[in-house]
């Protein structure tokens, strides 16, 4: 199941399991207890965009150039 969308769901109605589930099947993520490949597909969509998310948040700062900090303005 999307752990992700799960963990939404929950936080959104924390005493209501069957909503969580009800919405989930009604999205097509869920058909019953069993994941579909729509979930499956919507769990690697999640994963790939976090990984994206992450790897983009750890790079290093470079060192700016005052050229590159203001690319229309000369400086003398």
């Known amino acids: 199941m999307p752990k992700f ?40 969509k999640h994963e790939s965009d976090m990984v994206k998310v992450v790897s983009h948040a750890r790079k290093a700062p470079t060192k700016s150039n005052r050229s590159d900090s203001h690319p229309g303005m000369r400086y003398r």
Request: glycine content about 10%; aromatic content about 4%; overall charge positive.
């Open 5 to 44: 969308l799960k963990d939404k769901l929950t936080a959104e109605y924390p005493d209501n399991p069957r909503a969580v589930y009800g919405t989930m099947n009604k999205i097509g993520a869920m058909h019953g207890n069993k994941e579909t490949a729509k979930g499956r597909a919507m769990e690697r």
